[in-house]
């Protein structure tokens, strides 16, 4: 009913660009926060960075000044500008969204993953 597809991950070498973005689509009232965690195997997932549906932003410390999260609520579509990329940033990225759907005559919110995208940086 909802889905969450990410789409951009990739090998890039060390210092390299890329653009993670994910969609929402389904019977989607609404979407609040917006947000990119990794997983490392073995361990939780840990978040990268989040938004609000009003902009505001936050940052795992060792991504800052190197990642840039932005949405466009017109496409229900949250992005991640990784600059500069390490090869420790190397992991699978995940997309999540909390989300207010209309579903059987009821309005329900809940959170929402997408699939994940592997990301990996050769040095």
């Known amino acids: 009913q909802v889905q969450l597809v990410e789409s951009g991950g990739g090998l890039v070498q060390a210092g390299g660009s890329l653009r993670l973005s994910c969609a929402a689509s389904?019977?989607?009232?609404?979407?609040?926060?917006m947000a990119w965690y990794c997983q490392v195997p073995g361990k939780q997932r840990e978040l990268v960075a989040a938004i609000t549906s009003s902009g505001s932003t936050d940052y795992a410390d060792s991504v800052k000044g190197r990642f840039t999260i932005s949405r466009d609520n017109a496409k229900n579509t949250v992005y991640l500008q990784m600059n500069s990329l390490k090869p420790e940033d190397t992991t699978v990225y995940y997309c999540n969204a909390d989300l207010t759907i209309w579903s059987g005559g009821n309005y329900r919110s809940f959170a929402s993953w997408g699939q994940g995208t592997q990301v990996t940086v050769s040095s």
């Open positions: 389904g019977n989607i009232i609404r979407i609040n926060r």
